[in-house]
């Protein structure tokens, strides 16, 4: 069973910059498309990104477009985001996400938060 651990999260000051990872285990994340979301209290859960099995980024929600950017490294394991410019708005816990053939597999998350 593939578990996804995300890492990275913490306090930031506006306009910083912050590296979240999603490391597998049990598994490799070579065939998974993968994908980063967030939840801000009493909100929904928001997709932000997401990165094909062979690393095409495929999508940026419109919130983090040119602030964000999704990469992975398929010999770790791993999926990163990388936040910059980031802005109040964007504390949220974040989770990353890997699907395959249907299976969706989900990690605990990590807390962003952004604050003077």
């Known amino acids: 069973q593939l578990q996804l651990v995300e890492s990275g999260g913490g306090l930031v000051q506006p306009g910083g910059s912050l590296r979240l990872s999603c490391t597998a285990s049990g598994g490799t994340l070579d065939y998974y498309a993968l994908g980063w979301f967030r939840q801000a209290p009493g909100k929904e859960r928001e997709g932000l990104s997401c990165?094909?099995?062979?690393?095409?980024?495929?999508y940026y929600a419109d919130s983090v477009k040119g602030r964000f950017t999704i990469s992975r490294d398929n010999v770790r394991s791993t999926a990163y985001l990388d936040m910059s410019s980031v802005r109040p708005e964007d504390t949220a816990v974040y989770f990353c996400?890997?699907?395959?053939?249907?299976?969706?597999?989900w990690g605990r998350g990590t807390q962003v938060t952004v604050s003077p």
């Open positions: 996400h890997a699907t395959r053939q249907g299976t969706h597999f």
């Open positions: 990165i094909s099995s062979s690393g095409d980024p495929t």
